[in-house]
C-alpha cells in the first residue's frame, strides 16, 4: 500500500467515510483507469476518485465526470511526512457531501475553529 493509501485510509477511519482503495473504473472504451482510492459520499455521485498522475486520466475527465465522479490528483507523501488530519479534514470539507443527507456528518458543517485570538488587555 502507498503511503497516500496509508494516510486516506487512516484519515477515513477517523472520520467513518467509506474508502475503496486501489479502485479500478471501466470507461467502457476498454480502457481501465487505477485509482488510489475512491472516497464514497464525498464531491459527486459515484464519489471522489484519488490519483497521483493527471496524464493517465487526461483523455478521460469528461466521460469520469459524466460517470458521475469527481477526482483529485494529489501527491504521494514521503514516509517521513506525519498523517494531517487537519488538511485532510479541509480537504473533505472542500469536496463536499453527495452521500445519504441523513447519513451527513456533524463534522463537515462544523465551524472550523482558528487558532486563539491575540487579545489586548483592556487598560484601567
Do not use: K
Not at 496524464?55 to 469527481?70: F, N, Q, S, T
Not at 504521494?76 to 480537504?91: F, K, N, V
Amino acid at each position: 500500500m502507498t503511503n497516500l493509501a496509508q494516510q486516506l485510509q487512516a484519515a477515513c477511519d477517523v472520520f467513518e467515510l467509506r474508502i475503496d482503495l486501489d479502485h479500478v473504473v471501466r470507461m467502457g472504451t476498454g480502457d481501465n483507469l487505477r485509482a488510489i482510492a475512491r472516497i464514497r459520499d464525498l464531491g459527486a455521485e459515484n464519489g471522489m476518485l484519488i490519483f497521483t498522475d493527471f496524464e493517465p486520466i487526461r483523455a478521460h475527465v469528461d466521460r469520469l465526470v459524466d460517470a458521475g465522479y469527481g477526482f483529485s490528483v494529489l501527491s504521494e507523501p514521503s514516509r517521513d511526512d506525519p498523517d494531517d488530519l487537519d488538511a485532510c479534514l479541509d480537504m473533505f470539507r472542500d469536496w463536499g457531501w453527495s452521500g445519504p443527507a441523513d447519513r451527513r456528518p456533524d463534522w463537515l458543517s462544523a465551524p472550523i475553529v482558528e487558532g486563539p485570538s491575540e487579545a489586548t488587555p483592556d487598560a484601567e
